[in-house]
Each structure stands twice: as C-alpha cells, then as structure tokens.
C-alpha cells in the first residue's frame, strides 16, 4: 500500500521558473491538501479539495495554483518561483468522513529558489 | 500572538526517562486536539487524537488536556531513541476539520542511548 506519494523529493529552481509538485493517493481519500513547512513557523495550509473538482484556498495560498481532476492526484503548480517559496512541502489527505480527520502525509519535496 | 505555541526545543534526554511536551493555546474554539509524530525527511503521522478534558492513554504515551487552562501535553514514558522525532501539536474547532487544523511549530525530541 503506497499510501500518499509525492515527486519529486528535491527540487532547486531559478527564480521565475514554474513547476509542478505531484502528489497521488491510492486510499480513495476525498480530501486532500497542500502544506509547507518552513523553520520556526510550524505547518501552514497552501490549498485543499474535498473533492475532484473542488478546490479552495489555505492560509497562503499566493503564488501556488491546484486543481483536482481525479480522486487520486492533486497537483501543486508555483507559476513563477520566488526566494520565498523556498520551503518542504507536504501533501496529505483522509477520509472527508472521518471524525478524527486523520492526516495521512507524503514524505514531502525539498524546494530551493535561487 | 500565534493561536498556537510550542516551544521548539530541542529537547534531549536518556533513554528510560519521561519525555514531556506541552502547547498553549488561545483560541476557546479548538476542541480537538493532535499530536503528530515527525521523523526527519518523513512526512509527520498522527500519534495522538482526543476531545475531551483530562488524559488518554495509547501505550507509553499519554495526552493531556485542559480546556480551561487552554494547555495541552504529551508524555513519552520509558523513552526510547526510536521516540527521537519531532512532536507538532495540532487543533481544530470542529470534529474532523483538516482545513481548520493549526499546527504548533514542532518540538524536537532526542532521546540518548
């Protein structure tokens, strides 16, 4: 069971340059997300879908655009990198109906923008 | 001031010995609360889940709450290195709400053989 998968695992870009962070689940989880974690400020929520077709954003949500065709996958693409999206990004997600809200996250891409 | 604090550490001790990590809080609408369990480069995984006031048992861990005090804790007893990870804190106002979870910063725990 490969559970939440995320490509790649490291990535440096150029400033301005855009790109795509993967992510797929195979638990047939209706919600899923995007976070970043930076030093000294904890996880914060980028964007989320309940659904395929649904999307909305998080806490900060500029700069990075989603979309969900599928149930499986859940795309993250950064349109123009900045120096300040430099950070690990973790893609999670669960079931919609479970109480817990149990997260289960990816092992997350290393990005660098110089 | 953050809706919620956890002092980063680190925090290192010997092996056997009780680990003990606490956030505060600020916001009176978080009535459900987390512990999740990072171990560097991994993705973190869920520890601990509880909504109500006082203790929940799973194991060697223990989580504490107090809605009064808006103050929540985790102890590891009879530490292992296995248990050196990062521990985050997390919390919702609604049951299930992962897209109103706030996260602490993270404490960073070494356990030393």
């Known amino acids: 069971n490969a559970g939440v998968t995320q490509t790649p695992k490291f990535q440096v870009l150029k400033t301005g340059q855009s790109m795509t962070l993967q992510c797929a689940q195979d638990?047939?989880?209706?919600?899923m997300s995007w976070y970043r974690q930076d030093p000294g400020m904890g996880l914060r929520l980028i964007h989320y879908?309940?659904?395929?077709?649904?999307?909305d954003q998080g806490e900060v949500p500029n700069g990075y655009n989603v979309s969900r065709s599928t149930t499986e996958d859940f795309p993250l693409r950064l349109l123009s990198a900045a120096p300040s999206q430099t950070s690990v990004y973790f893609c999670?997600?669960?079931?919609?109906?479970?109480?817990?809200?149990?997260?289960?996250f990816g092992s997350g891409t290393q990005l660098s923008v110089l | 001031q953050k809706e919620v604090e956890q002092d980063p550490g680190p925090l290192s001790v010997p092996e056997g010995a009780i680990v003990s990590l606490n956030c505060t809080y600020s916001?009176?609408?978080?009535?459900?609360f987390m512990w999740y369990r990072q171990y560097s480069r991994k993705g973190p995984e869920l520890l601990m889940y509880?909504?109500?006031?006082g203790n929940k048992e799973d194991g060697r861990f223990t989580a504490q709450v107090d809605k009064s005090s808006k103050y929540i804790s985790l102890f590891i007893r009879d530490s292992q290195p296995s248990d050196s990870a990062t521990y985050l804190c997390?919390?919702?106002?609604?049951?299930?709400?992962?897209?109103?979870?706030?996260f602490g910063k993270g404490n960073q725990v070494v356990v030393i053989p």
């Open positions: 879908s309940v659904g395929a077709g649904i999307t």
């Open positions: 916001n009176s609408a978080f009535q459900y």
């Open positions: 997390a919390m919702s106002p609604v049951p299930g709400g992962n897209n109103r979870l706030a």
């Open positions: 638990m047939n989880h209706e919600y």
């Open positions: 999670a997600s669960s079931y919609d109906s479970d109480r817990e809200g149990k997260l289960f």
């Open positions: 509880t909504y109500s006031s």
